[in-house]
């Protein structure tokens, strides 16, 4: 199916990415643990050569030229050139009736090593990666011993050169499969396939396919599906492709689908997150002896305030189904249906109902992000509305004062209320420590373009 969400990291992206990576792959290597080396060989003027290398301390491991790659349908290729080492160490040899010890230095230059990474999922929709190749080569292994007899260390030191090389070289890929399985996979699994946004509902991030490499960007097609928590239950309408148009000024984008914001209000719904209770008493005071809500006189023949005289008065909201948003180029709105049901409050407590308005407005959204989520805030236009009581209605210009009630109730209630809601915002499906800026948000038919920049914040 297609994606509700989509995310495209852009070459730009993972270039910063792959700075993060090279400074980490550093250090790792620094780390290696070399093993002693001993052995023998014979001289044929001289007899056996008996030698020992211990305690060999790598005091650094500089990648200084690197590049990342894109490899279409396939993943990542990451290119290191030009790295060298520097390695010192005891040594010590046995020949005839000689034996000498002392301290060398090994300079390995021109160390190439290339890495693919292989992007995946697992069963609960996380991304994965790993190691599908890796090699090593080194051009340059030179060793200078520290001693007396000079003679003596030149007899051996080009089989110390080469068992040096064999080792390096098998050693370094060692240590990325460990760095790419440990760390970064880790690091990955940081990525919140699924997020807790109150007490009501969720956000559902997984993977629906694996990541796919393009010329120009890498693309993770995510679920973005909001669900309620109490009981989830299957979304009525299916998500629409995106069209993603070719931007890559920023590292990252997201595009978020009309399904992405329709099934919120599809789980809020389901959760009865949009039902709202109002008094009397949050809109006007009592006025006149009457029903406390009415500036106006409510039409005549319902005389409301003859029946029920100085009782405090309920309106309950609810939205008989879910407000779909509608996406295009030139923004963000939504036609959402309202019930709006009147009761006088007895002095028991208990609710009588007076009549039922069922309201239409013209809603506008905008969108923005901050602190990595997705936050924005309504604005009502013009509402349509009709009134029953029971079984009967009454003709728009009688209800036309109601007018000014739905009014108050959108404007100075119902509309804070959500927009705080939206305020606080939904993430976005971002790894630990990133931090997004210069936010860009544009509209395109069916869906939500964002782009931003990335920072990531070391611990």
């Not at 009981?231 to 992405?260: E, I, K, N, T």
């Not at 509309?415 to 936010?439: K, M, T, V």
Request: hydrophobic share 40%.
């Amino acid at each position: 199916t297609n994606p509700g969400f989509v995310v495209r990291i852009t070459q730009a992206g993972l270039d910063y990415a792959h700075q993060q990576a090279i400074a980490f792959l550093e250090k790792e290597l620094a780390q290696l643990k070399l093993p002693d080396i001993s052995g023998d060989f014979r001289i044929r003027a001289v007899g056996k050569v008996r030698y020992e290398i211990s305690r060999l301390d790598l005091q650094s491991f500089r990648l200084p030229y690197s590049r990342i790659s894109l490899v279409p349908n396939v993943g990542l290729q990451v290119s290191i050139s030009n790295a060298f080492a520097e390695v010192d160490g005891n040594w010590r040899v046995k020949v005839l009736f000689i034996r000498d010890h002392g301290s060398f230095d090994l300079k390995v230059d021109n160390v190439y090593i290339k890495i693919n990474l292989k992007l995946g999922s697992d069963a609960s929709g996380k991304p994965t990666i790993d190691t599908s190749d890796c090699s090593t080569s080194i051009s340059s292994v030179r060793v200078h011993f520290s001693g007396r007899l000079g003679w003596l260390y030149n007899l051996f030191h080009h089989a110390i050169e080469s068992r040096f090389r064999k080792i390096l070289e098998s050693k370094v890929c060692d240590s990325v499969a460990r760095s790419v399985r440990g760390e970064l996979q880790t690091y990955l699994r940081t990525l919140p396939v699924t997020a807790r946004i109150d007490d009501r509902v969720g956000i559902d991030y997984s993977l629906v396919a694996s990541p796919t490499a393009t010329t120009q960007s890498l693309d993770t097609d995510l679920k973005g599906e909001f669900f309620s928590l109490a009981q989830r239950s299957a979304v009525p309408f299916p998500p629409l492709p995106l069209a993603f148009p070719p931007d890559h000024d920023r590292m990252v984008y997201f595009g978020a689908s009309c399904y992405f914001f329709n099934t919120a209000a599809f789980a809020y719904h389901a959760a009865r997150a949009l039902v709202f209770d109002i008094t009397g008493a949050m809109l006007f005071s009592p006025r006149n002896g009457g029903l406390s809500c009415c500036p106006y006189p409510l039409p005549a023949p319902l005389q409301l305030d003859k029946i029920y005289p100085e009782m405090p008065m309920k309106f309950r909201l609810s939205a008989p189904s879910a407000p779909l948003l509608n996406i295009g180029p030139e923004g963000l709105s939504l036609k959402p249906v309202v019930d709006i049901q009147a009761y006088a409050i007895l002095p028991n407590s208990s609710l009588v109902p007076l009549f039922l308005l069922n309201v239409t407005s013209n809603v506008s959204a905008m969108i923005d992000v901050k602190s990595g989520h997705i936050v924005g805030s309504l604005k009502v236009g013009s509402h349509t509305l009709s009134c029953r009581l029971k079984l009967f209605s009454f003709p728009l210009a009688q209800v036309r004062p109601l007018q000014s009630i739905m009014n108050v109730v959108a404007s100075s209630i119902l509309l804070p209320r959500l927009n705080a809601r939206l305020d606080e915002g939904f993430p976005l499906p971002l790894p630990d420590r990133i931090q997004l800026s210069n936010i860009l948000v544009r509209f395109h038919q069916n869906f939500l373009l964002l782009g931003a920049d990335v920072h990531f914040q070391p611990q």
